[in-house]
């Protein structure tokens, strides 16, 4: 059974930082496109970023969050991490992490994962 776990979520004033993490059990994530959504309260959940690990360890990000939040991964520990600096109060929402194991050359719709976490709220302050 696939699980991921999310954590690392909190209350930041704004311009601060805060990693999230993501642990995955049931799967090595290394042969999977990992991704990071948001959903706000009343909004549809929407793309963050993800990574092909089975192609390369390059990242794509929203242009919300380009140049602030970093994804990375560690197969050793089979955890994906979403480094967000220069938080926004925007950026509040709960923050799901998601698997596929399904092959595209992009993964921004939510559709496109079949294993996804239980979320992480982040509140980001003025």
């Known amino acids: 059974q696939v699980q991921l776990v999310e954590s690392g979520g909190g209350s930041v004033q704004a311009g601060g930082s805060l990693r999230l993490s993501c642990a995955a059990s049931g799967r090595t994530f290394s042969s999977d496109a990992m991704g990071w959504f948001r959903q706000a309260p009343g909004k549809e959940r929407e793309f963050v970023a993800f990574i092909r690990f089975w192609s390369s360890d390059i990242a794509y990000y929203a242009d919300s969050v380009k140049g602030r939040f970093t994804l990375s991964g560690d197969n050793a520990k089979n955890t994906v991490y979403l480094q967000m600096n220069s938080l926004k109060p925007e950026d509040t929402a709960v923050y799901y992490c998601?698997?596929?194991?399904?092959?595209?050359?992009?993964?921004?719709?939510?559709?496109?994962?079949?294993?996804w976490g239980q979320g992480t709220q982040v509140t980001v302050s003025s």
């Open positions: 998601a698997a596929s194991k399904r092959i595209y050359s992009t993964y921004y719709q939510p559709n496109q994962y079949d294993y």
